[in-house]
């Protein structure tokens, strides 16, 4: 599996990502910082993931059509240059319209990112290998989303955000020089009309694909979105707040703190994408429902911790607990989910149905966002309950899911016996 050019996406994903995750965790933590505002901060986040969903169906496009590597190379390049931008204008302009403008450029570079390189696992490895190489790679997330807020929330709390901003850049620079260096295989495919229209039927051929040929890849995208609405929405939106607002910490250990929180979070995906390269053989796609539904649970302890009257201390250890489990399992869930997904769709397909798929899992999101903006700035100390209802409405989502599993696992065998039918 570890051949040249697969170890090379590999790194330029360590630095780029880690560039990405250093940036992504301080930008919304210094608008949070300036003005205060729950309310402020989820509509900002909100707005921010648009670009993001809009964007992800055409990086699906070009990764079709487009070398792959020089999508890579492009859009690292961009958000350096987006870096320098940001410094330049620090300070000049307000600082809600500066952050909104730049998560909203940022978030849609890493929409258009992400599928070019989604895409380029099954291009690099075998059938045999996707799960695991979508391990590898959802590790290299894990690990930069490990350290990078670590190190983030550390360096902000001393030096500020321009120093987060320097060392983004250089990250960006050296991941895009890196990727020149990648061979990905491509086949140029003959242009028929303008981009636009071939950019519209090939959109059509993937919503039709995922609704008439394999409607169980729309339906596990619609489930994704309603998680993504109240269950991603809630942490995404809830865990800056309750650390460094709710708790009883001054604001540089709350900052340092919420950092750790997100090491802490990276570390239960990391473990998570160990787990799933290591078993990979023993995961079976019919039970893939049952790591949602024990996910839910994990939210009843941080629930619990806002309402019994423990230490600041003692709420913030359990959280962590709670998040690290919550990462763990949800991690399981969307590599197994992914894995399956990139195995059934065909080849010439895996791009765009693959990004229409993450665009409507993506879609309800900054939904989720704007609403719990609002609820956390509204309930504030009373936010407890939210937590409990949540896991009720994830546990019966998980349940309602089941039958899509199970299709899934009849897909997945038939695709296995067509395989070996072509190797025999």
Do not use: W
Request: some cysteine; overall charge neutral; proline content about 4%.
């Amino acid at each position: 599996m570890f051949q040249r050019n697969f170890v090379m996406v590999v790194i330029g994903q360590i630095i780029s990502l880690f560039g990405n995750a250093v940036l992504r965790f301080a930008l919304p933590l210094f608008l949070l910082s300036e003005t205060g505002s729950a309310a402020l901060f989820g509509i900002v986040s909100a707005c921010a993931f648009i670009p993001m969903i809009v964007l992800e169906p055409v990086g699906g496009i070009f990764a079709d059509r487009v070398n792959k590597r020089n999508i890579m190379v492009v859009l690292d390049f961009s958000t350096a240059i987006l870096v320098v931008l940001i410094l330049f204008l620090l300070g000049k302009m307000d600082v809600v319209a500066l952050i909104f403008m730049a998560l909203f450029i940022l978030y849609g570079i890493q929409g258009a990112y992400q599928p070019a390189v989604q895409a380029s696992i099954p291009a690099l490895l075998s059938n045999e290998h996707i799960m695991q190489g979508n391990a590898v790679i959802n590790l290299v997330s894990s690990f930069s989303g490990l350290i990078g807020p670590v190190i983030g929330g550390t360096l902000f709390s001393f030096f500020g955000i321009a120093t987060i901003l320097y060392i983004s850049l250089v990250c960006f620079l050296l991941s895009a020089a890196m990727e020149m260096f990648i061979q990905i295989p491509f086949e140029k495919k003959e242009r028929q009309g303008n981009f636009f229209a071939i950019g519209l039927a090939d959109l059509r051929e993937s919503f039709i694909y995922m609704k008439h040929e394999q409607p169980v890849i729309m339906q596990f995208s619609l489930a994704v979105a309603a998680i993504n609405m109240i269950l991603s929405a809630l942490m995404i939106i809830g865990l800056p707040v309750i650390v460094t607002q709710l708790l009883a910490f001054d604001s540089e250990t709350a900052n340092r703190l919420y950092g750790y929180a997100e090491g802490v979070m990276a570390v239960g995906s990391l473990c998570g994408g160990m787990g799933a390269g290591m078993f990979a053989g023993r995961m079976k796609p019919e039970k893939g429902y049952l790591l949602l539904f024990y996910d839910a649970f994990t939210l009843i302890p941080i629930g619990c911790a806002r309402i019994l009257p423990v230490p600041a201390t003692v709420s913030y250890v359990v959280i962590m607990i709670s998040c690290f489990f919550m990462m763990f399992l949800a991690t399981l869930f969307s590599i197994q989910i992914m894995s399956y997904l990139q195995m059934i769709v065909p080849e010439h397909l895996i791009g765009k149905v693959i990004s229409c798929a993450m665009c409507i899992g993506m879609c309800a999101t900054p939904i989720g966002q704007a609403i719990y903006g609002v609820l956390f700035e509204v309930l504030k100390e009373k936010v407890s309950g939210l937590f409990f209802i949540v896991t009720v409405i994830v546990v019966l989502l998980a349940l309602a899911m089941k039958k899509h599993f199970a299709r899934l696992a009849e897909l997945f065998a038939e695709r296995k016996n067509v395989i070996t039918e072509k190797m025999c």
